[in-house]
């Protein structure tokens, strides 16, 4: 079983410190910068083996070269998208595994917020680190992909059992619970989850990771296939890409 840790980086977004249950692989997922990385390494003591990157923005690979010169650590990304991400050693694609120090990675392709997006499911640990894709009750903006393809990538993620736990990369679960109550008001386990996650804010609680079952009972970015959210769009559940274009569209201008 992978051993998880949250690093917080920048204003809002989390890099994730895997270490294997054999001890000696030492990962981190989507770099955004290189101090707060080394400062927990020193603190454990560690090394760092292995560099993950979900996708090519800045604040998930920004740390990629600094931390390469340092340690020397193996950088594992998109075969789609490899030209944009520094330093690449290893590049994959969907359906391909990879072992870190005995515990593997099955690759996800998720494009649509980059057209080059992966994900990293270890399925022994039950542990997805999927970078924009999906967030804790909500998804990432579409920045060089389409409705339809990203629909799709979250569709393939929605497959995934319900007790994978889903590591996002950033802390936007307030607002995204806000937006989410406003289309689906009459989600009682949703209201109830963001009057929780209000509570876990107000003490500056982390709200993730989330649980990928109950992202799929309150998420709507996952549910866009639901009857009653596409009566709320105004389209038939029948087209759930549509639906969540709408959505999506809708979140991009919600205040």
């Known amino acids: 079983m992978l051993t998880v840790e949250r690093i917080p980086c920048l204003q809002d977004n989390y890099v994730w410190l895997l270490r294997s249950s054999g001890g000696n692989g030492v990962g981190v997922v989507d770099p955004a910068e290189a101090a707060p990385v080394e400062a927990v390494l020193a603190r454990h003591g560690l090394a760092l083996t292995h560099i993950f990157n979900t996708h090519h923005h800045g604040d998930h690979v920004g740390a990629n070269l600094a931390l390469k010169a340092k ?18 050693d290893v590049a994959l694609a969907d359906g391909e595994s990879y072992a870190f120090d005995g515990e593997i ?75 989410a109550v406003s289309v689906d008001p009459d989600n009682a386990e949703l209201r109830a989850r963001s009057a929780t996650i209000d509570r876990q804010r107000l003490a500056g609680e982390a709200t993730v990771p989330s649980l990928l079952g109950l992202e799929k009972r309150t998420n709507p970015f996952l549910r866009a296939d639901d009857a009653g959210l596409a009566r709320r769009m105004g389209l038939p559940a029948t087209q759930p890409a549509a639906v969540f274009g709408a959505l999506r569209a809708a979140k991009d201008v919600f205040r």
């Open 71 to 88: 340690y020397g650590a193996k950088i594992v990304g998109p075969r789609a998208d490899q030209a944009r991400i520094p330093g690449i």
């Open 105 to 179: 990675a099955t690759v996800l392709d998720v494009p649509g917020h980059t057209r080059g997006h992966i994900a990293f499911w270890f399925a022994g640990s039950a542990a997805l680190f999927c970078g924009d894709t999906l967030f804790a009750l909500g998804c990432g903006r579409m920045f060089e992909g389409t409705a339809p393809q990203m629909w799709t990538s979250l569709a393939k993620i929605r497959a995934l059992p319900d007790a994978t736990q889903v590591y996002c990369a950033h802390e936007y679960t307030q607002s995204n619970a806000k937006f």
